[in-house]
């Protein structure tokens, strides 16, 4: 999956992201339908904003697992579908989960 | 000032119970003697770390929540840093975001009345006036 986003979505995310980005989730309308774009993304919602989760917090491993990757690197925002306010706190809920060793720095498999 | 902390330590798997209770108790002793109060200790148990820490592959969680000041909190840092059983700790200033928590649900709260209200009565009053009427009509008629 990193790779898909990497290589052949770079060129196709450039347009994207530059409408749907500002927008936020809702405005993905750009590829509606097959304009030859292979990676065309549902729209995503934000979890934490349709579940009403206030509260990230760094002890919580479960739910922040769902938001790291194997290797224990931090999923971008744009394939997780969260808001930018969320993966703010998000990302620092994480960063103090691994400084207290409950996430790790790098995961090897 | 008091403010609101969570402190999180990992204690070395490898020492015994009542010490651990003792040095949870020390540290409860600096808080109360600085002035603060220790609002609740848990003691989440031995979990795998993530990482290797000073050579351990797990450890004993704790999490004190401590209403203090930044002085306090400086002298409880300066002794979990030097006591020996502690491998890692962290502090996390828990007060604004208790605040914006608090406010998040008093929104809520007022939400929930506000609709509640015209939902409830228009319908309710209307259909209870009408309702009431006419049962005392109809009931007033059946009986004359």
Partial sequence: MADEATTPAAPARSEGPGGGRPSGPGGRSGPGGPGGRKFFRRKKVCKFCTEKIDAISYRDVRLLQGFVAERGKIVPRRLTGVCTTHQRRLTKAIKQARNIALLPFAAKF | MQRLYEVMFIVRPDVADEEVDKLIASLEQTVTGGGGTVRSTEKLGKRKLAYLVRKFNDGNYILLTIDADGSLIAELERRLRVSEPVIKFITVRMDEEE?????????????????????????????????????TETATQASA
């Fill in chain 2, 99 to 135: 605040k914006r928590l608090a406010k998040i649900r008093a929104i809520r709260a007022t939400k929930k009345k506000v609709s509640a209200i015209p939902a409830e009565a228009p319908p309710a009053e209307p259909a209870a006036a009408p309702a009431a009427p006419a049962a």
